[in-house]
């Protein structure tokens, strides 16, 4: 008898991947049947052996034997005269099974099963692919950079699935060359023109989130739990967390002793600066946390229409700010409140440490100055030139300059 030979009319079967054989078994299966009942009217009274490893097909009719001239039906039943030169032991009442040849579905059947084969393996594939992404949105995975192009990356994950990520979802400083590996979460997965593409992102909150459950076990285990993320990716973000434990202290926990914990997510997004802060319900005590690293005077809330003036002293001012105006606001996307920043008027003419200057005056001058007690901007200022020269080993043109730049601050 001959068989249907895979391996050579279905090449292209060798190609799918994510395709467990059992399933293939069945497509094949499923194809054939359906060219068998268009053929033959029901595909009840046949059986299909599909060998995957042999890479053939046997299909077998089976026919119950009636008297010459009884058939009813030929694909269910067969004359004794004609199933006595299949065997001639068989009896009327018995039941005869018939190898299809090849040659019994033509060429134009063969082609369209071919055709047919191939289209619903690429459509269980895409649906396959489609599913075990689509339960993966919110999760990181990890691939290879195989195409770099201006608007997008096309990645591949271990098993040649590709995945895209946009521009738009890379880490400004991002830079990543053919076959480099890469992390990033899955953003959405989308059916269009029935393919799937999965979208990927590293500058989702979801990102920083998922990695902060993959370096904090506490994160991971639900004792620490993630309240809120902000971000502007490669430049910096706010993470508010929250612990019911009293005994787990949530940002030491997230942070690591030395940074260990939160140093590896700091480089895995290109440096971006991460404040970890402790979530409170009490609103002007987080809205205080928000604004780390700078340190409040005052607070005042107006809870109707969600605008909040923060008080703060002169040099606490631009570190609320902070570089680019990202501080603030992060903290108002934090918060959920407008925030306007404002000196203390009352304590604008306060004194100043003399390590607040450290930006405009040279270390080993502050650190002199500080040897004869003046560690504060006021303490200098209260002492004439002649004397500050007299008790420092200071030159007159130094001590002007230092004066010059204490007073401006109290202008």
Request: charged residues 35%.
């Amino acid at each position: 008898m001959e068989h249907i030979n895979l391996v050579e009319t279905f090449a292209e079967f060798k190609e799918f991947k994510n395709i467990d054989r059992e399933t293939l078994m069945h497509i094949i299966e499923d194809v054939f049947r359906g060219m068998i009942i268009k053929k033959y009217g029901s595909d009840e009274n046949f059986d299909i052996i599909v060998n995957i490893d042999k890479g053939d097909l046997e299909i077998w009719r089976n026919r119950e034997i009636v008297e010459d001239e009884m058939v009813e039906d030929e694909n269910l039943e067969i004359e004794l005269s004609q199933a006595i030169k299949i065997e001639p032991d068989f009896e009327v009442g018995e039941e005869v099974s018939e190898e299809l040849k090849f040659s019994d579905f033509g060429r134009r059947d063969i082609l369209t099963i071919r055709q047919n084969l191939i289209a619903k393996i690429h459509e269980y594939e895409k649906d396959n692919i489609y599913n075990k992404y689509k339960d993966k949105i919110g999760e990181i995975v990890t691939g290879e950079v195989y195409q770099i192009w201006k608007k997008e990356i096309l990645i591949l994950d271990d098993e040649d699935i590709e995945l895209l990520l946009p521009k738009s979802e890379q880490i400004p400083s991002d830079y990543y060359r053919k076959g480099e590996s890469i992390r990033a979460v899955v953003l959405k997965v989308e059916m269009r023109n029935n393919t799937p593409f999965i979208i990927l992102s590293r500058t989702s909150p979801i990102f920083l989130e998922k990695l902060f459950e993959s370096e904090v076990p506490e994160v991971y285990d639900g004792l620490i739990t993630i309240k809120n993320i902000v971000r502007v990716p490669g430049e910096r973000a706010k993470i508010a967390v929250e612990s019911y434990d009293d005994r787990i202290d949530p940002v030491g926990a997230c942070v690591g002793m030395k940074g260990s914990r939160i140093h590896g997510i700091v480089r895995e997004l290109k440096n971006e600066n991460i404040d970890v802060i402790n979530y409170t319900a009490n609103t002007s005590l987080y809205i205080s946390r928000a604004l780390s690293p700078a340190k409040t005077t005052s607070i005042e809330i107006d809870e109707e229409n969600k605008k909040v003036n923060v008080y703060l002293k002169p040099d606490q001012v631009s570190l609320a700010i902070g570089k680019g105006g990202f501080n603030i606001r992060l903290a108002g996307k934090l918060t959920g409140y407008e925030i306007d920043v404002y000196r203390d008027t009352e304590t604008e003419f306060e004194d100043v440490d003399i390590r607040e200057f450290s930006d405009e005056i040279d270390q080993w001058i502050i650190d002199e100055l500080i040897s004869i007690g003046c560690d504060t901007a006021k303490s200098v200022l209260d002492l004439n030139i002649e004397e500050l020269v007299k008790r420092t080993d200071l030159e007159e043109v130094t001590i002007k300059e230092v004066i010059r730049i204490l007073g401006a601050e109290f202008e």
